[in-house]
C-alpha cells in the first residue's frame, strides 16, 4: 500500500449535479456493494478524498475530487448527463 497509481488508472464519475455525498459515489462507482459497506469502510478509514483520509461518509464531493479507497481512484465529474 502507499504506492501512488499513475493519472491513467483513475476512473472518470460522472454525476449529474454539482455535488455527491462520498457514500453514494462509492456505491455509484462499484467500490462498494451498499450503504451499509459504504458505511464502515468510511468510518473504519479506509477512504481518502484528495489525498486525506475521510471518515465522514455525507462528505459533499465535487468536480476534480479524487477517491482513493482499496487502490482504486475515481475522479468526480460533475455537471455531466
Request: no cysteine.
Amino acid at each position: 500500500m502507499g504506492a501512488m497509481t499513475s493519472s491513467s488508472d483513475v476512473q472518470p464519475l460522472p454525476i449529474r449535479d454539482e455535488s455527491i455525498r462520498l457514500g453514494q459515489a462509492l456505491k455509484l462507482a462499484s467500490l462498494v456493494e451498499d450503504g451499509a459497506m459504504a458505511r464502515d469502510v468510511v468510518q473504519d478509514g479506509m477512504v481518502s478524498v484528495n489525498g486525506e483520509v475521510e471518515t465522514r461518509r455525507g462528505r459533499q464531493l465535487h468536480d476534480g475530487d479524487v477517491v482513493e479507497f482499496n487502490g482504486e481512484e475515481i475522479v468526480v465529474e460533475a455537471g455531466q448527463s
